[in-house]
């Protein structure tokens, strides 16, 4: 048959290592398509290295019972169960799944609304209200910590502002307080990830067929059917990239909650990143703080598998 592969005749062609007639790739073409490796490699070899590594070799100490300086015992699973038994590691690994609510649903709801209306009213003043929203993103989260913790005081600013209003009974030590601690510090991830949430959707309704909306006008759509029908699915991406960086955020959360509560009152707004710390430099138990930290890497995959899955383009 004509289309039939043959290997190329020695005798009439030059002998090229590992060449087919017929089309079929040569070694050139697979050292050309090796290039781009080439490039990422030492991202890798970093990454790998920084990265991978210390996470395997901390799996691997969540089987021991170690102090972090003398000898080490094989414990087995004994350090998972403490992290499944413990009611304070347990309520740890709750509360980093309640700060998902703060830190993603409601930036990211509340960046939607916000991008869709920025975007159909194009003022002037669009890149100072840009700014302003992006503003907390950039801010460090020590500072950011201490500035709310000061505002959230019993004579702080908000305080201060109920009781001018004639609220003064609403006002308390909200981070002292074992039902407002939790949410109070909720509301700092809010306010730090609206931002990024923002921005990412604006920029995602950019590259929408703005054809798409001139046909939903002209069938007599409401701006609701618009934002509903064309705007949210044109986004499924871009809600993906935002629940992602989000999420993980929410789940790795350290240094707000170190800085305001401690993870106090009682163990209110304790999450897994205080309680690792705590077990490694207080109590010195530094197996059962890597079994925690594994437990949280691998529902974090799991919550990660779970979006990209929701939010893949179809």
Same mark, same amino acid.
């Given at each position: ?15 090229v ?17 090796a290039?781009?490796l080439l ?7 970093f ?16 089987f021991w ?9 094989? !414990? ?10 413990? #009611?304070? $590691? *347990? /309520?740890?690994?709750?509360? =980093?799944f309640?700060?998902i ?6 930036p990211?709801?509340?960046?939607l609304v ?20 992006f503003?907390?993103q ?7 910590g ?6 959230y005081?019993?004579d ?5 502002l ?13 981070l ?12 700092i991830?809010?306010?730090?990830s609206?931002?990024?949430c923002?921005?990412?959707?604006l ?16 069938d007599? !759509?409401?701006?609701l ?7 949210? #699915?044109g $986004? *499924? /991406?871009e809600?993906g990239? =935002?629940?992602t960086?989000?999420v ?12 305001m ?30 079994a ?18 929701l939010?893949?383009?179809?």
């Amino acid at each position: 048959m004509a289309d039939t592969l043959v290997r190329a005749d020695p005798a009439t062609t030059p002998a090229v290592a590992g060449t087919w007639a017929g089309g079929v790739r040569t070694n050139a073409g697979r050292r050309r398509r090796a290039v781009p490796l080439l490039y990422v490699l030492p991202a890798l070899l970093f990454y790998g290295a920084f990265v991978i590594a210390p996470w395997l070799h901390s799996i691997w100490i969540s089987f021991w019972t170690w102090d972090g300086v003398g000898a080490a015992t094989w !414990a087995g699973l004994a350090n998972y169960r403490e992290v499944l038994e413990e #009611p304070e $590691l *347990r /309520s740890a690994l709750v509360h =980093a799944f309640g700060f998902i609510l703060f830190y993603t649903v409601i930036p990211v709801a509340l960046g939607l609304v916000l991008a869709a209306l920025v975007a159909a009213t194009p003022w002037r003043a669009m890149p100072v209200i840009r700014t302003i929203i992006f503003l907390p993103q950039i801010l460090p989260l020590v500072a950011v910590g201490v500035v709310w913790k000061w505002i959230y005081s019993e004579d702080g600013p908000l305080n201060e502002l109920l009781r001018a209003v004639g609220l003064g009974g609403v006002a308390r030590v909200w981070l002292g307080d074992f039902t407002w601690a939790f949410p109070a510090v909720g509301f700092i991830g809010s306010w730090v990830s609206t931002g990024l949430c923002f921005l990412l959707l604006l920029s995602g309704i950019g590259r929408i067929d703005p054809a798409l909306y001139e046909a939903a006008r002209l069938d007599g !759509a409401s701006r609701l059917r618009e934002f509903r029908h064309i705007t949210v #699915p044109g $986004l *499924r /991406s871009e809600i993906g990239v =935002a629940c992602t960086v989000t999420v993980i955020a929410a789940l790795a959360g350290f240094d707000v909650v170190y800085v305001m509560t401690g993870g106090g009152p009682g163990t209110s707004t304790t999450v897994p990143g205080v309680e690792v710390y705590k077990l490694v430099f207080t109590a010195g138990r530094v197996g059962t703080a890597c079994a925690l930290a594994t437990v949280l890497s691998l529902l974090t995959c799991a919550v990660m598998f779970t979006v990209n899955r929701l939010t893949r383009e179809r």
